[in-house]
Nanobody, 124 residues
């Protein structure tokens, strides 16, 4: 399984970005997918997750602003980020949980495969 994240960049507070994660995986449509982020000098934290049935979960800090979605035809997962804040600045990683069996995990150790990360910088 290979994951390639893209779509990061520099945006002003209040702006939007759409992150994408392209997967090279034989059974992507049954994997649970997640987004995590890591700010400078902080631990990596959960952002959002989506099951193969499109159930979703979000960190409290992004609820109402971020939306995770998936395209099982193109083997991709997206993170639409609106009303961005300076505290959203981080490297964003997509991850795949290949044996989750439908769970929505917020725990990074339950994700077996990770993309390389894409930088999101929000200026005030």
């Amino acid at each position: 399984v290979q994951l390639q994240a893209s779509g990061g960049g520099l945006v002003q507070a209040g702006g939007s970005l759409r992150l994408s994660c392209a997967a090279s995986a034989p059974r992507f449509n049954v994997y649970e997918m997640g987004w995590f982020r890591q700010a400078p000098e902080k631990e990596r934290e959960f952002v959002a997750a989506i099951t193969w049935r499109r159930g979703t979960d979000y960190a409290d800090s992004v609820k109402g602003r971020f939306t995770i979605s998936r395209d099982n035809v193109r083997d991709a997962v997206h993170l639409q980020m609106n009303n961005l804040k300076p505290e959203d600045t981080a490297v964003y990683y997509c991850a795949a949980d290949v044996d989750g069996g439908g769970r929505l995990s917020t725990i990074e150790n339950e994700y077996e495969y990770w993309g390389q990360g894409t930088q999101v910088t929000v200026s005030s």
